[in-house]
């Protein structure tokens, strides 16, 4: 059974920084590319950042681009996000899932989720 499991959130003033970290289990994890997503209340999903398997190659979306980091530790099984100079408008339910391709923002490529984590940032 796969299960990736996210941690790390929670609160934060604009400026600060968070890092999520999420583990995976259930597969091996060094073959499959990882992403993170964020959904804010009342919004779609939307791509956050994606990395390869090897963690040499990583995507993401302009609102988040030089301020967060995807990043991957194939030894622990885990991927993280570094999150600096947030803002209010990062607020979200931060969720990590695994694909098979690399650097795809659509979140149908994914085919398995972790529950999420909240982050919420304050002005």
């Known amino acids: 059974q796969v299960q990736l499991v996210e941690s790390g959130g929670g609160s934060a003033q604009a400026g600060g920084s968070l890092r999520l970290s999420c583990a995976v289990s259930g597969r091996a994890f060094s073959s499959y590319g990882m992403g993170w997503f964020r959904q804010a209340s009342g919004k779609d999903r939307e791509f956050v950042a994606a990395?390869?398997?090897?963690?040499?190659?990583?995507h993401y979306a302009d609102s988040v681009k030089g301020r967060f980091t995807i990043s991957r530790d194939n030894a622990k099984n885990m991927v993280f996000l570094q999150m600096n100079s947030l803002k209010p408008e990062d607020t979200a339910v931060y969720s990590c899932?695994?694909?098979?391709?690399?650097?795809?923002?659509?979140?149908?490529?994914?085919?398995?989720w972790g529950q999420g984590t909240q982050v919420t940032v304050s002005s």
């Open positions: 990395i390869n398997w090897s963690g040499g190659s990583t």
């Open positions: 899932a695994s694909t098979v391709c690399y650097g795809c923002p659509q979140s149908r490529e994914y085919d398995y």
